[in-house]
């Protein structure tokens, strides 16, 4: 594997991942992990990536005229799912206009004990960017201001539900600063 130029294909990944392709960003994430000391099965898989960019590279990121512009954003995390590590990683893309701005694809530094726990910490990092997204758009006067509530979406019921729910259980004390923090922005 020395000879092989996997570190080279990866950050070619990255490179169109960051510049275009946000759909990549999870499977690049996972194969940087392996530059250090790849195998044939990160090969293999880097090329399927090179592979699948080839077919769909009619793929393209795409922006509309819009009046309303609104970012929403969708937060998403895999409880456990490094098999190395066991941590969780955290996704979460924002749209403006329609098209994509910013994503993200991180494993978590923290070990949590239930899925609702690490989709919160998800949404908590999430709601950080969007208000740093906000203050861009704003500092750019893209919009003068953006006054409504910024629409972040979870899939998990039970965040949603206890985002609803303004009352506390002893369950939940170890996410509740990150429940007001995210209550409060979104």
């Not at 949590?112 to 998800?122: G, R």
């Not at 998990?156 to 506390?168: A, E, F, I």
């Amino acid at each position: 594997m020395r000879k092989i130029p996997y570190a080279s294909a990866v950050g070619s990944l990255m490179y169109a991942q960051v510049c275009t392709r946000p759909n990549i960003a999870y499977i690049v994430w996972v194969l940087g992990r392996y530059l250090s000391n790849p195998g044939m099965d990160h090969l293999k898989a880097a090329k399927r990536v090179m592979g699948y960019l080839k077919r769909t590279k009619s793929y393209m990121l795409t922006y509309k005229r819009s009046d309303q512009l609104e970012i929403t954003g969708y937060s998403d995390s895999d409880f456990a799912g490094c098999l190395d590590s066991l941590r969780t990683t955290l996704d979460y893309i924002f749209m403006l206009a329609g098209g994509v701005v910013s994503w993200c694809s991180a494993k978590q530094t923290l070990t949590t004990s239930s899925t609702m726990a690490i989709e919160f910490v998800a949404c908590h990092e999430a709601s950080n960017h969007v208000i740093w997204l906000k203050n861009l758009v704003t500092g750019l006067q893209i919009v003068e201001e953006i006054e409504r509530p910024l629409k972040l979406y979870c899939d998990n019921k039970l965040v949603v539900l206890y985002s609803n729910n303004n009352r506390s259980s002893t369950k939940s004390k170890h996410i509740d600063i990150k429940f007001l923090v995210v209550k409060e922005r979104v």
